[in-house]
């Protein structure tokens, strides 16, 4: 059986966090697997290993911003065009082409004329689900601004139509696409890793339940912003008012959630709430959380979730979270309803409550991440390769 060549592209830096995280990794997978013939990405970071396939066009996202500067026009619709016409002006002849939502139809639609099959990551859930799911919060915070600017929600859903396979990371996903009439057999689903050897518990801190008597620590890792659902968490730990405990926010700080955050500071008056910005590499602050808690509105995975449970760290996720496909509720983690403040609430009190049965899960949580592995990953999107092109 020939093996089959690859060209991937995404239109992010790479390593880095979230999608840039992900598409490392799959990078990785695809050259383990010899199935990599070239690779485009926007950037490739002086912490990623240098691979000679992989081709980098960071001028295209400096000049993106640039643009949308002087011209007003939205940077994201900028620069992925803009990635994306550079990819297909240098494609060339391959098995398959693995592009990346939003970076791909250009590129898309030239692999189809060169003959190749292709396969979209598509990272969240349907463009539409994503958008019902998100533009009743964004009115009641009074943003004039939908989910999705119009170009990017166009572009999105003719990516969907062009491409021959829909690569995957959650059955939450996979479900959206469904609903919207794709075919089962165009959806590759596979879960995505985490790196066990650098993700793994403060030994002996998570070894020996050490009593009540320390802090509570709530740890909260990804973008302060509506989607996420932070603003819930915000009500939730503000009607607790528990006693030896601490809320710490770890993120970039979007402009939608400035007033939401400034307020809900105001009213802890430095107490309880910490806030930080994004950290390369969270560790250390998973390793000293007591539970570890996205109450996403919508997430296609969550890679935080596994990278929590891999040191030992229980989770507190939403139905809306992929990476529950990865959550045994009540043995290493909770799942929860989303828009729900008062379940947020309840689930904080009864760990706060139970903290040797928390410290239990802890242990369990990281049982469980261990079966996920980014090698495991990696062979899952080799075998689902080979299989679309035998």
Same mark, same amino acid.
């Given at each position: 059986?020939?093996?089959?060549?690859?060209?991937?592209?995404?239109?992010?830096?790479?390593?880095?966090?979230?999608?840039?995280?992900?598409?490392?990794?799959?990078?990785?997978?695809?050259?383990?697997?010899?199935?990599?013939?070239?690779?485009?990405?926007?950037?490739?970071?002086?912490?990623?290993?240098?691979?000679?396939?992989?081709?980098?066009?960071?001028?295209?996202?400096?000049?993106?911003?640039?643009?949308?500067?002087?011209?007003?026009?939205?940077?994201?619709?900028? $620069?992925? /065009?803009?990635?994306?016409?550079?990819?297909? @002006?240098? %494609?060339? #002849?391959?098995?398959?082409? =693995? !592009?990346? +939502?939003?970076?791909?139809?250009?590129?898309?639609?030239?692999?189809?004329?060169?003959?190749?099959?292709?396969?979209?990551? $598509?990272? /969240?859930?349907?463009?539409?689900?994503?958008? @019902?799911? %998100?533009? #009743?919060?964004?009115?009641? =915070? !009074?943003? +004039?601004?939908?989910?999705?600017?119009?170009?990017?929600?166009?572009?999105?859903?003719?990516?969907?139509?062009?491409?021959?396979?829909?690569?995957?990371?959650?059955?939450?996903?996979?479900?959206? %696409?469904?609903?919207?009439?794709?075919?089962?057999?165009?959806?590759?689903?596979?879960?995505?890793?985490?790196?066990?050897?650098?993700?793994?518990?403060?030994?002996?801190?998570?070894?020996?339940?050490?009593?009540?008597?320390?802090?509570?620590?709530?740890?909260?890792?990804?973008?302060?912003?509506?989607?996420?659902?932070?603003?819930?968490?915000?009500?939730?730990?503000?009607?607790?008012?528990?006693?030896?405990?601490?809320?710490?926010?770890?993120?970039?700080?979007?402009?939608?959630?400035?007033?939401?955050?400034?307020?809900?500071?105001?009213?802890?008056?430095?107490?309880?709430?910490?806030?930080?910005?994004?950290?390369?590499?969270?560790?250390?602050?998973?390793?000293?959380?007591?539970?570890?808690?996205?109450?996403?509105?919508?997430?296609?995975?969550?890679?935080?979730?596994?990278?929590?449970?891999?040191?030992?760290?229980?989770?507190?996720?939403?139905?809306?979270?992929?990476?529950?496909?990865?959550?045994?509720?009540?043995?290493?983690?909770?799942?929860?309803?989303?828009?729900?403040?008062?379940?947020?609430?309840?689930?904080?009190?009864?760990?706060?409550?139970?903290?040797?049965?928390?410290?239990?899960?802890?242990?369990?949580?990281?049982?469980?991440?261990?079966?996920?592995?980014?090698?495991?990953?990696?062979?899952?999107?080799?075998?689902?390769?080979?299989?679309?092109?035998?």
């Amino acid at each position: 059986m020939n093996t089959p060549s690859v060209i991937f592209s995404v239109g992010v830096g790479i390593p880095g966090e979230g999608m840039g995280n992900h598409a490392y990794h799959l990078i990785q997978g695809l050259e383990r697997h010899h199935l990599l013939l070239r690779g485009f990405v926007m950037q490739v970071r002086k912490n990623g290993n240098a691979l000679p396939s992989i081709h980098a066009t960071y001028f295209i996202e400096k000049m993106a911003y640039r643009l949308a500067r002087y011209t007003g026009i939205n940077q994201y619709v900028l $620069r992925d /065009n803009g990635f994306d016409w550079w990819v297909a @002006r240098q %494609l060339h #002849a391959a098995t398959i082409f =693995y !592009g990346w +939502t939003h970076h791909a139809l250009w590129s898309l639609k030239k692999a189809k004329k060169l003959k190749m099959l292709t396969v979209l990551e $598509r990272a /969240n859930a349907h463009p539409l689900t994503y958008s @019902r799911l %998100l533009e #009743a919060e964004y009115r009641k =915070y !009074g943003l +004039t601004d939908r989910p999705y600017h119009p170009l990017i929600l166009k572009k999105h859903l003719q990516e969907l139509e062009v491409a021959d396979y829909i690569a995957v990371t959650s059955q939450f996903t996979k479900q959206s %696409l469904l609903e919207h009439g794709i075919d089962e057999q165009r959806i590759l689903l596979t879960p995505l890793g985490v790196d066990v050897e650098h993700f793994t518990p403060d030994m002996p801190a998570k070894l020996q339940f050490r009593g009540t008597d320390e802090t509570f620590r709530v740890l909260y890792v990804g973008q302060l912003c509506l989607r996420k659902g932070v603003q819930y968490l915000l009500e939730a730990w503000h009607t607790l008012q528990l006693k030896y405990a601490k809320l710490v926010l770890v993120g970039d700080l979007l402009p939608e959630f400035k007033n939401i955050l400034h307020d809900a500071l105001a009213c802890d008056q430095g107490r309880t709430i910490r806030v930080a910005a994004h950290v390369d590499d969270p560790v250390a602050l998973y390793q000293q959380a007591s539970v570890c808690i996205l109450p996403t509105l919508e997430d296609g995975f969550g890679l935080v979730v596994l990278e929590a449970m891999a040191c030992g760290v229980p989770v507190i996720i939403t139905e809306h979270t992929g990476a529950k496909d990865c959550v045994r509720h009540g043995l290493d983690g909770f799942i929860i309803p989303p828009y729900c403040s008062e379940s947020i609430a309840e689930t904080l009190t009864y760990c706060y409550d139970h903290r040797e049965q928390l410290h239990t899960m802890g242990v369990q949580a990281r049982q469980q991440a261990c079966h996920f592995p980014w090698r495991c990953y990696q062979d899952g999107i080799a075998h689902h390769l080979h299989a679309i092109t035998t």
